[in-house]
Structures are given as structure tokens and as C-alpha cells.
């Protein structure tokens, strides 16, 4: 083990931010990556070995004390306790003093139980750990997460690393293409899932981990609602940063409990894929899944099979969202409308935004403008960008041509009423010549929002193209260290294609790193361009907003 690594990554007397962020990342990095090689080679006792090392570790400490109190949405969200870190001197303090406290003795606070409304109108529950419990998950869940990783199905995509939404659509897509012989559909949903999943099956996946009575302490921690403390003898709070990790652990195992099988390829980049034999796939994100069947006795029958494996994690089917469809009547999943379509040249698969992420992107758009009533137009194009850019980059991977058009024209309606109000005594000529141009990067569309102070423009969701998702291959993992130049590679394709293009050549010319911790720009972090001090005098850099905050 490299021992100047640690000793450049200690906090010394200059302060948070003359950390060597690189070097700290580097460093957890390539202890996780021995994890994961470890498990591959099936060395448990290794295993053990580097996980406590890593658990123990001052440098997995700093890294996951600047990923709750930097990097987190939830950072300025205190627990039960009412404690925040935001400042520089006060994450040195924080981490001062739990140098001092032992990982395998800490105590955990209760939850503070919050709740969100569910698109249903229904209320979801969070858990809200404190700071200290959130900065002890995460050092826990880097020794516990490369072990997983190797272990997880690869029809896995629910809150692991590099893999997404899209990966889930991608594979789907694949299973059910025109020429495939599985039509039929089993739509699965757990009922409460994170609420109700057994504490002792948790527990019995984890027993060789290092950290295991953490783990029992953190299931077991209860949550305080109106003052009142209740005890916690099921389920793993979401809200917390080690639950979606325990949850994959515990729904791990469905692919093998209902008989797919997969086999070897034999093609010049390896891999595997199901068994031709096996007439059935499945598909998971989080607590939504699909199984896809050639015949409907054989989705039916998945009730019946999955019996066992639903009983020893504690939870069961929703029976609202639980249902078997054929694939020309089509059904939604996470946000997407599939469905196969009878054509001249036969059977077609078109994969669509579905009608609820259509209204839910509307709402919001007509709630920003309600919030943005009579604000100038450059608050508008502000706040409106990232929605309009969110959405399109969420749908861009599948047949949403005409769903970028719809948003395009119901915005262009809501920007005509909100300059309507607050010009009322302006005519159209005059609303029209004063914030309507040609787009910057050219074309004739005469109609687009600009605002005359700025120069800055409206973005239009039709200017983002249409291209297919590659999805990852199999079992592939970042704690992989045979995979460095794979995942290179491919977090500059996914850079390249979420950015414009000042934002791509500005990426180019720094290598793909940030341009003060030198770590990759796909590293998780929000991206930001920033003026700074360079040989040559100011120049325009792409920097992670933890580096500079």
C-alpha cells in the first residue's frame, strides 16, 4: 500500500480546500477496486481484510465527509440533533472529532421522519439520519458496495454506480425487438418495499461483513415523528445513504429464484446473455421490475413463483400495480410508455415518454410560471432551462420527436400570456421586436425567447438530438480495475452527449478532468464552467462546484 498517498491526503493547518482531492480519491478508488478483485477470486478472508482497512481508513472519512456536507442534496438538511455542516473550518472540526470516535462503536441517533407526496397523492416516508450518521454510512458503504458489485444481477439498475433508468429501457428494448418470441408481460411492484423489507434477511446477506453490527444498529435506530420515538422492526428508511444498497442486497436473487440462466459468449469482447433454452428475462430498478415471457401462462405462473422469494425478504406484490399485459397493449415503466405497433412491414417496437411524465413535465412548467409571474424575462429563461434541458435529456434516447415539439409549443403559449402581463399596454409589434430573435447558433425560427438586457435565450427541447442509449455490458463495474480504459471511454461519450458544445470543447482541452482536483469530470459531481488564474492570464475551465464552494 502506497503510504505517501495518505499522508498527502491528511487535512493539514492550511484548511479544507488545500486538500488533495485527487489523491484522496485515488485512493479509496484503488482500495475498492481490491475489494472487488478479491471477491472475483473468491478470497473472503481478503475481503474482510481490506474492508476494515477501508472502514478505518482517514482518507474514506475525508471523502465521505465532503460527499454528505458538499456534494448532497440534502446536505443543509439536518437530522434529530438540528446539526449542519456548511462551512470549510466546520468539516475540519467534524472530521477532528471523528478521528476520535471508533467506527464499530458509534451509536446512531433515530431518523427524523419527514414526508413527500407520492405522484398517487399519497405521502411518502423519509428517514432523515443526522450528519454523523450520514458521513459513517457512506465510509460504510464504500467497503460494502465493491463486495455487492460483483455479486448483484446484471439485469440490476436501481442505485448503482453508472447505471441508470436508460440502461433498464436499453435492455428492455432488446428483450422485446420485433424479432423476439417474448410478447407477454408481468409488470411487478413491492408493495412498501423500502418500509417492509426483513431485518434478519438483511442481516443474514451481510453477516461477513466487518461492519455488520452497524448495519443491525442503523435497521434498528427507529425514527422520531411529533416528538415521539418508534421503533423501526422492518424495513430500511429511505432517506439515508447506505438503504438503496442495503435494498439491493436484500432483492438480490430474483433471476435465480424464477430460472433464468445465462451462459457464456463467445464473441471478441466476452460476456454472457441468457440461455436460449430460457424463454423468460427479467428487468429491475429499485422496486419496480418487468419479467418478460413467451406465452401468458408462463407470465401468470410468476405469482406462483416468486411466492418463495418474496416471503424470505418480508414483502409482497402491490396488487394495484401488479399486472401481466401483452406487449401490444403496451405498458409504462419508469417514465416510458412501450408498446408494439402492427405496421405494413410487420410488428414495430416504439418506446415513448408515457402520458404521466408528459403532465408531470407540464406541471411543472406551469408551475414556474405561476412562481414567476410578473419577473423579468431573464429569471425565466434561468429558471426554465434546466427544466426544459432535464426533461429532453431524460427522453432523447427513445421515440420523443413529437413530445419535444408538444412541450415546445405549450411553452411557447405560457411565455406569450406571462409577456402579455407584464407588458398590458404594449402591443404585439413592439412585445414581438423586443424579446423574439433568430436562435444564436442559427437557423430562421424568428420566435425565440431572448432577453434584451443578456442576450440570452430560451432553450427549445427540439434542438436536442435523438440518439440511442448504449447500455453497460453484463456484469461490468467501475470498481473493476481490468475496466479503466472501457469506463474512460465511455464517461467521455456520456459527457459529450449531456453537454453542449462550448462545454465538450472546453472537456477536450482539459483532458476530461476537472481543472483543479484533476479527478474525472463523470465522477458524480456537479459540473460547472468558472474563470480561473492560469499562466496565460483568465481563462474559462470546467471545475466540480465541491472544489470551489
Known sequence: MNISLRASAHVSHKGWYSIDWNTVQRYVTKLR????????????????????????????????????????????????????????????????????????????????????AKKNGKLRPLGIPTIRDRVYQNVVKNALEPQW?????????GFRPKRCTHHAISNLFNKLNTNSKKKWVFEGDFLGCFDHLNHNWIIEQTSSFSGNTLIKRWLKMGYIEQDTLHKTTEGTPQGSIVSPLLANIALCGMEEEIGIVYRKTYKSNGGYKIDPKCKIGRILYADDFVIVTETKEQAESMYQKLNPYLQKRGIKLSEDKTKVTHIESGFDFLGFSLRQYKTEQGNKLLIKPSKDSIRKAKSKIKDTFAVM??????????????????????????????????????????????LRQLHPRKSWKWINKRYFKKPHHGGNNKWILTCPLTNIQLLKMSWIKIERHV???????????????????????????????????????QGYRCALCKC??????????????????????????????
Open 373 to 418: 409571474q410578473g419577473r423579468p424575462v431573464k429569471e425565466i429563461i434561468r429558471v426554465l432551462n434546466p427544466i426544459i434541458r432535464g426533461y429532453g435529456q431524460y427522453w432523447k434516447h427513445v421515440v420523443s420527436k413529437k413530445t419535444f415539439g408538444y412541450i415546445d409549443n405549450y411553452v411557447f403559449l405560457k411565455i406569450m400570456k406571462h
Open 520 to 549: 474525472t469530470l463523470q465522477n458524480g459531481e456537479k459540473v460547472t464552467v468558472r474563470s480561473l488564474e492560469v499562466s496565460t492570464g483568465t481563462a474559462a475551465k470546467l471545475v466540480h462546484v465541491p472544489c470551489i464552494k
Open 33 to 116: 477496486q481490491r475489494i472487488y478483485r478479491a471477491e472475483q477470486q473468491n478470497q473472503r478472508r481478503r475481503v474482510r481484510k481490506l474492508q476494515r482497512l477501508l472502514l478505518r481508513s482517514k482518507v474514506n472519512l475525508l471523502l465521505s465527509i465532503r460527499r454528505v456536507t458538499q456534494q448532497n442534496t440534502g446536505k443543509r438538511t439536518p437530522g434529530v440533533d438540528g446539526y449542519t455542516v456548511l462551512k470549510p473550518n466546520e468539516r475540519i472540526t467534524l472530521y477532528q472529532q471523528l478521528l476520535k470516535c471508533n467506527v464499530f462503536q458509534h451509536r446512531p441517533k433515530p431518523a427524523k421522519r419527514t414526508f413527500i
Open 149 to 157: 458489485e460483483v455479486r448483484f444481477e446484471a439485469t440490476s439498475y
Open 471 to 509: 447500455m453497460v455490458a453484463y456484469k461490468n463495474s467501475p470498481d473493476d480495475p481490468n475496466l479503466k480504459e472501457y469506463w474512460e471511454k465511455r464517461d467521455r461519450k456520456v459527457f459529450n452527449s449531456e453537454n453542449t458544445l462550448d462545454r465538450m470543447k472546453l472537456a477536450r482541452k
